[in-house]
């Protein structure tokens, strides 16, 4: 059975949609048809509507990336940038149980703002060739994403972790310190001590539940959950959208392996980050209290908040204009912001 903490955090992973440009309709997301998606996406993506997710859909492939647990390379899914830059770039990591797709509003508007930007794939989520990779457990998603850097990103980068992302990026940092120049956490969940008593659960048991996470009556009643007053068209299509990677046949044996492994705890490892961090709050977020968002101010030794009013836990879906000024500005920023300034965007 799952937890009330692992609907949330499921919940917290969902990518949505809250956000229309104008920019985005002179653009062709109107147009891309079933053909233009990589073959390995579930052929289902070919019901999504939301225009933004389509396009970002069509430019997902897969890296060979080598790794020590893995007798063969493993195919990475991720979204690359169209240009490179000599300045550091930008990584979106995603929250649990979910994937790139989460980033299809702010992907373009982050490549529109002139940064090199890379969305990749939490090892056991999104759309990597997982069929035959023996472990999903926190160490090997730390060295997934490591090898990925290395062999592809090669230079110090502005890591994003939203909810459960934020607990790989701190994990990956206090790892791999050179790796990362600067860190963004968008409605953290990082104080949880792992999967709980979920790692205790026999496999049968892990299987059962897993199987409902990914079921659409659950999706569906998250995504209320999440937002009020959705018509139940754009709730279904946001679900479509949030379990695609769902489909992939080697996602519940992933999934269950890392709940079992017993997840991510890396409350002790927050005063260990050195690297200068923005922190992001959606001011409406009902998954993860806002007094935790202050907490991590208060213990990350490098860190600035800044809140975002009327908006809930995924602020790069809800507000993305706004989280993109605020990314822009961290990004390049020259000078030493005020550390105990909390200013509403």
């Not at 890296?63 to 000599?86: A, Q």
């Not at 230079?155 to 607990?167: H, N, W």
């Not at 600035?304 to 989280?323: L, S, T, Y």
Request: proline share 6%; glycine share 6%.
């Amino acid at each position: 059975m799952l937890t009330t903490a692992t609907l949330s955090v499921s919940v917290g992973a969902l990518p949505v949609v809250g956000f229309q440009s104008k920019k985005y309709m002179n653009h062709r997301h109107f147009t891309v048809l079933a053909s233009e998606f990589p073959s390995f996406l579930p052929k289902e993506v070919e019901n999504i509507n939301d225009p933004c997710a389509r396009t970002l859909a069509s430019r997902i492939e897969r890296l060979p990336v080598h790794v020590n647990f893995s007798k063969s390379c493993i195919m990475s899914s991720c979204v690359k940038p169209k240009t490179s830059f000599k300045t550091n770039p930008v990584v979106l990591l995603h929250g649990f149980d979910s994937s790139c797709l989460e980033w299809r509003y702010m992907f373009p508007l982050l490549e529109e703002a002139g940064l090199e930007t890379w969305a990749v794939d939490i090892l056991g989520w999104g759309f990597s060739d997982l069929e035959k990779v023996p472990s999903f457990d926190v160490a090997s998603k730390r060295e997934h994403l490591y090898q990925f850097w290395n062999s592809y990103i090669k230079r110090p980068m502005t890591l994003v972790g939203p909810s459960l992302g934020a607990a790989v990026a701190i994990d990956f940092v206090v790892n791999y310190p050179e790796a990362v120049d600067k860190l963004i956490f968008i409605d953290a969940s990082v104080y949880a001590e792992g999967t709980g008593n979920l790692a205790k659960l026999p496999k049968a048991v892990a299987y059962a539940g897993v199987y409902v996470l990914k079921s659409v009556p659950l999706r569906l009643y998250a995504t209320s959950l999440t937002f009020n007053s959705i018509p139940f068209s754009t709730c279904l299509d946001w679900t479509n959208i949030g379990r695609l990677h769902c489909l992939l046949p080697w996602w519940e044996d992933a999934t269950v392996d890392f709940m079992i492994c017993g997840g991510y705890n890396v409350s002790g490892d927050i005063e260990h980050v050195k690297q200068k961090s923005l922190i992001i709050w959606g001011q409406d977020d009902q998954i993860i209290d806002s007094k935790l968002g202050v907490r991590l101010h208060c213990e990350l030794p490098n860190a600035i908040i800044r809140q975002i009013p009327n908006c809930g836990h995924i602020p790069h879906v809800e507000k993305p204009a706004a989280v993109l000024k605020l990314i822009v500005e961290f990004v390049q920023a020259e000078s030493q912001v005020d550390e105990q300034s909390f200013v509403l965007s």
